[in-house]
């Protein structure tokens, strides 16, 4: 089966463009997550989603941050405008939401965003 | 409200040796608890998981126990190998509505050979 997948794996781009990180969960999942990490902040929830409806999106650092998911096959995390502060390694996760207990989370690759 | 605690990094080991790294929670109910691991360049991936008190979860001769009188969730390793070098998270999630995990910062593991 195929796992979480990101793309693109790599991005440079510079100050002030816009940048869409893209993802497809497992199928079946019902449950999408964001995740930023840096070495400064390790790994932050940035948003979730339970079939397709935001459900927090408490940890998005600003406006500039927009996350969407149009269907229950695939999500978008946009920045606009980028700033260098925002270069991390972006990860897209999905799980299937149970009512007592989860299925653990599948982790895609991550991309890794480079500002300059 | 909910948190996880580990231990503080890096952790450098020589091969073969015992692995302990400690976690401990604070929850207001009965979360799931797990381990994942994050090697070089890659995501996270489920390690081992335990869902209520006492149950033990193992995975490629790593174990944990689900204590719930100490809050903990310790991960330990008979005999560790230079491919377990990685970071290693803990992690607590529930059921419902509110399914997203609360991770830890993350414990860095070095075997050295």
């Known amino acids: 089966d195929a796992g979480v997948i990101q793309s693109p794996r790599h991005e440079v781009t510079e100050m002030g463009q816009e940048v869409t990180l893209r993802c497809k969960p497992i199928?079946?999942?019902?449950?999408l997550f964001w995740y930023r990490q840096t070495m400064m902040r390790g790994l932050e929830l940035l948003i979730y989603?339970?079939?397709?409806?935001?459900?927090?999106d408490s940890g998005m650092p600003e406006d500039r941050f927009s996350a969407k998911m149009p269907n229950a096959s695939f999500s978008t995390l946009k920045i606009q405008p980028s700033e260098p502060r925002d270069s991390a390694v972006y990860f897209c996760?999905?799980?299937?939401?149970?009512?007592?207990?989860?299925?653990?989370?599948?982790f895609g690759d991550g991309t890794r965003l480079s500002i300059l | 409200g909910d948190s996880v605690t580990q231990m503080e990094g890096p952790v450098t080991l020589s091969e073969e040796a015992f692995l302990t790294i400690n976690c401990t929670y604070t929850?207001?109910?009965?979360?799931?608890l797990f381990w994942y691991v994050q090697y070089p360049g890659e995501g996270l991936q489920l390690l081992l998981k335990?869902?209520?008190?006492?149950d033990k979860g193992s995975n490629k001769g790593f174990e944990a126990t689900y204590r719930k009188e100490t809050t903990s969730f310790h991960l330990e390793k008979g005999s560790v190998q230079v491919s377990d070098s990685a970071v290693y998270f803990c992690?607590?999630?529930?059921?419902?509505?509110?399914?997203?995990?609360?991770f830890g910062t993350g414990t860095l593991l070095a075997v050295q050979p």
């Open positions: 335990a869902t209520k008190a006492d």
């Open positions: 929850a207001t109910g009965y979360p799931s």
């Open positions: 992690a607590l999630s529930y059921g419902g509505a509110t399914n997203k995990l609360i």
């Open positions: 989603f339970n079939n397709n409806v935001p459900i927090d």
């Open positions: 199928s079946g999942h019902n449950s």
């Open positions: 996760a999905s799980s299937q939401r149970g009512e007592i207990s989860n299925q653990p989370q599948h």
